[in-house]
């Protein structure tokens, strides 16, 4: 079952600005996954961030977790025009079965130039 | 360079017809995937395999079967297309147990049955 939900919306920004997206989840989790998608390509790996983990950086994002809300926010800085895609957050619930990752239904980013 | 390869990119079939859908990955992972994506419904597991011809069912492995004879390659086949699925079909890797690891994604086939 689907436990990644992100907020289910499309976020126009300027280049230069910051770009937030949240995702919540229904059940307890391993960890958590951020993964990036260009417009008609497969899914690139972003960034983990493990359950007893409350803060994760690498390069311009930042990705948080709170288990106790059951939710998780990505946050890209000084965004780009390369940044345009979607973004897609996941996790693997402890519950689920083993070597399952579940997908939401990602969150559209433009970021005009 | 980690690589998932699909053979595929575009795939046109008519309703009926069997449809085979290869995946190759050359980084010795044990475990493979098989997502469908769709406007709205964001990826859905269909099948994985942690093993060679070990497979589980996914979320929505209807109309669908797997086949793993070999570690690296990893096929989707539809036994009798119907137009409910078409859809952009994604194949995964991974290393180790995803509760540790990552995905790693081929670029997707886009199958439009007619």
């Known amino acids: 079952s689907q436990q990644g939900e992100e907020d289910p919306q499309a976020l126009s920004i300027q280049e230069g600005e910051n770009a937030t997206m949240n995702c919540s989840y229904k059940?307890?989790?391993?960890?958590l996954q951020w993964y990036r998608q260009n417009s008609g390509r497969g899914l690139v790996h972003l960034i983990l961030?493990?359950?007893?983990?409350r803060e994760k950086h690498s390069g311009r994002l930042r990705v948080t977790l709170d288990t106790s809300k059951k939710s998780s926010s990505l946050l890209i800085t000084a965004s780009r025009a390369a940044d345009t895609a979607s973004y897609f957050c996941?996790?693997?619930?402890?519950?689920?079965?083993?070597?399952?990752?579940?997908f939401g239904k990602g969150n559209q980013v433009v970021v005009i130039p | 360079d980690v690589k998932v390869t699909q053979s595929s990119r575009y795939l046109v079939k008519r309703t009926g017809e069997k449809v085979f859908l290869e995946c190759v990955q050359d980084?010795?992972?044990?475990?493979m995937f098989w997502y469908r994506q769709d406007p709205g419904l964001g990826l859905r597991l269909i099948y994985f395999?942690?093993?060679?011809?070990?497979?589980e069912k996914g979320d929505i492995p209807e109309g669908y079967s797997v086949s793993r004879e070999k570690k690296e390659r990893f096929s989707l086949i539809l036994e009798s297309a119907s137009t409910n699925q078409t859809s952009m079909y994604l194949c995964?890797?991974?290393?180790?147990?995803?509760?540790?690891?990552?995905?790693?994604f081929g670029e997707g086939s886009r199958l439009t049955v007619l």
């Open positions: 980084m010795d992972h044990e475990n």
């Open positions: 395999s942690y093993d060679v011809k070990m497979k």
């Open positions: 059940t307890s989790i391993n960890n």
């Open positions: 996941a996790t693997d619930g402890l519950s689920g079965g083993n070597n399952r990752l579940a």
């Open positions: 961030i493990r359950s007893n983990e």
């Open positions: 995964a890797s991974s290393l180790i147990g995803v509760a540790t690891g990552e995905l790693f």
